[in-house]
T-cell receptor, first 110, second 111 residues
């Protein structure tokens, strides 16, 4: 039982490049979330998916897209990376009342 | 919009001292309040969850209280140990099930 897994762990991009962050959970949870964490700030919600086939914008969705591929997987795509998207990205899934977090992806955009 | 604040941003105590971490939120209409621990370079681990109808929760040396009317939660860690050194984040879950996080308190326990 791996919980929530994320790939890659680290990534460096140049401005304008695109990439997809992958997230998977093996806990059969319906809800999944993408957050970003910046120094001195709390986690901010980018997008979430309440169930397979649905996605909704969170607090900071601009510059991102998501896909809920199936119940297990929820990916986050940066179409044209910008330096302001340098951050640590966390995926989470919701089981009962508690959220379970992946280890994070550390992204640097030069 | 829910705003969650944690003061202080950092705290350093000698081993054995009790820790008191504060969390305040602006909208008292919350579904629950969670405390998380984050170690450097790692994800978040849930420590305690207090439902909106509860006043406190306890797990081992950890105790969390909730006062919705004043918009406050407090995490107490008894007899701190060096292994308690980490960043502690609180998060308020609203009735639409979204979490609003504080920026965290970074705790250092000196041996």
């Amino acid at each position: 039982n791996a919980g929530v897994t994320q790939t890659p762990k680290f990534q460096v991009l140049k401005t304008g490049q695109s990439m997809t962050l992958q997230c998977a959970q093996d806990m059969n949870h319906n809800s999944m979330y993408w957050y970003r964490q910046d120094p001195g700030m709390g986690l901010r919600l980018i997008y979430y998916s309440a169930s397979e086939g649905t996605t909704d914008k969170g607090e900071v969705p601009n510059g991102y897209n998501v896909s809920r591929l199936n119940k297990r997987e929820f990916s986050l795509r940066l179409e044209s990376a910008a330096p302001s998207q340098t951050s640590v990205y966390f995926c989470a899934s919701n089981g009962g009342h508690t959220q379970y977090f992946g280890p994070g992806t550390r992204l640097t955009v030069l | 919009k829910q705003e969650v604040t944690q003061i202080p941003a950092a705290l350093s105590v000698p081993e054995g001292e009790n820790l008191v971490l504060n969390c305040s939120f602006t909208d008292s209409a919350i579904y629950n309040l969670q405390w998380f621990r984050q170690d450097p370079g790692k994800g978040l681990t849930s420590l305690l969850l207090i439902q909106s109808s509860q006043r406190e929760q306890t797990s081992g040396r950890l105790n969390a209280s909730l006062d919705k009317s004043s918009g406050r939660s407090t995490l107490y860690i008894a007899a701190s140990q060096p292994g308690d050194s980490a960043t502690y984040l609180c998060a308020a879950k609203s009735n639409d099930y979204k979490l609003s996080f504080g920026a965290g308190t970074t705790v250092t326990v000196r041996a």
